[in-house]
Nanobody, 122 residues
Framework: QVQLVESGGGLVQAGGSLRLSCAAS????????MGWFRQAPGKEREFVAT????????SYANSVKGRFSISRDNAKNTVYLKMNSLKHEDTAIYYC???????????????WGQGTPVTVSS
């Protein structure tokens, strides 16, 4: 079982930037694909970005492509989500996720973090 702890959320103005971090603990953490989902009030949880175990393969939702960047540091068992040019519609709880292969749907996720809120003021 992998434990995931997010940090870095907060309040930012539209057009600003934030970097989320997710620290993973557990023996297999560095071998798992990791990524981010988000859930806005009244909406379903949606895929944001994912990266494979080595960091060599990434995938993004169309809504964040070109603005968000996912990366990982396996020496620190940490995955990052750099969010630039933030929009009001990016406001959501952001959840870190881990799985045995790269994923784009919640069904493939093996472990979830507790979530970190991001609020973008317009």
């Amino acid at each position: 079982q992998v434990q995931l702890v997010e940090s870095g959320g907060g309040l930012v103005q539209a057009g600003g930037s934030l970097r989320l971090s997710c620290a993973a603990s557990g023996r297999t953490a560095s071998s798992l694909a990791m990524g981010w989902f988000r859930q806005a009030p009244g909406k379903e949880r949606e895929f944001v970005a994912t990266v494979n175990w080595s960091g060599g393969t990434t995938s993004y939702a169309n809504s964040v492509k070109g603005r968000f960047s996912i990366s990982r540091d396996n020496a620190k068992n940490t995955v990052y989500l750099k969010m630039n040019s933030l929009k009001h519609e990016d406001t959501a709880i952001y959840y870190c996720a881990a799985a045995y292969g790269i994923f784009t749907t919640p069904g493939g996720v093996a472990s979830w973090g507790q979530g970190t809120p991001v609020t973008v003021s317009s």
